[in-house]
């Protein structure tokens, strides 16, 4: 057996565009005849900080290849969904499914601030007409093999981490969320519990949110994807009380 030091940055050409970009990777691998083990690796991500031990099975006659890695992840930024940014840190385990059968990411995400800052152009009461005459759920499009393979099991809670910061709202509040599906479908079930105090701009009139909350799935990688499923959940699932501001 031999025991090693590594240390990279990765060259941000050689990285996918969706993927954050790693540096300060350092790290100690054990090598034997039919596996690889993380003893412990450190690196930089998103303005955060990784940490991250496992094992990798190299293929053999009658032997799999499958994998573990165990991660964790402090005060990292990383959009997911495309519209918000998200900090936090997470307890994460990378399991393959053997022999090309992709792979699971389950574990636990801590939200310290998940913030959604952009203006929405489209006047709020055609698109919710438009929502709910359109009530086929809307899919994110296929991307690469890796994402329709990595499936997903992660809860994420966040207390007073939700922000919306723009022309038409001024909210916060708690998320308490799982994700499943996959990275390149990943479906969302759960609740979101608004703020009382916060307000919302509708059909030219301001309002103060008195209570606010929506549970049950939502889905989607972008906003007009997110604002779709909503037609279609059930009535005593979504439930706003507002207050006109004069």
Do not use: C
Request: aromatic share 6%; proline share 4%; charged share 20%.
């Amino acid at each position: 057996m031999s025991i090693g030091a590594v240390s990279s940055t990765p060259p941000a050409s050689e990285l996918p565009q969706k993927l954050l970009a790693v540096d300060n990777v350092t790290g100690t691998l054990s090598f034997n005849r039919d596996r690889i083990v993380i003893d412990e690796l450190h690196a930089r991500l998103g303005g955060g900080t990784v940490r991250a031990s496992g094992s990798f099975s190299l293929p053999g006659r009658g032997r799999e290849t499958d994998y573990r890695f165990e991660v964790a992840a402090d005060d990292i930024s990383l959009r997911f969904p495309e519209f918000l940014l998200n900090r936090g840190n997470a307890e994460l385990s990378v399991i393959s499914n053997g022999n090309g059968g992709g792979r699971q990411i389950v574990g636990q995400v801590n939200l310290q601030r998940s913030l959604y800052v952009e203006d929405i152009t489209v006047d709020p009461l055609l698109l919710l007409q438009r929502l709910i005459l359109q009530r086929q759920r809307l899919l994110a499009p296929e991307t690469d093999d890796f994402q329709s393979t990595t499936q997903l099991a992660i809860t994420v809670t966040g207390a007073d981490a939700l922000r919306v910061r723009n022309n038409l709202a001024n909210l916060s509040g708690d998320v308490a969320l799982t994700i499943r599906g996959s990275v390149a479908r990943p479906v969302v079930f759960g609740k979101v519990n608004v703020n009382p105090g916060g307000t919302l701009v509708f059909n030219d009139n301001k309002y103060e949110v008195l209570r606010g909350n929506l549970g049950t799935q939502l889905m989607g990688q972008s906003l007009e994807e997110f604002m779709a499923a909503i037609p279609e959940l059930p009535a005593d699932t979504a439930a706003w009380v507002f207050g006109e501001i004069a």
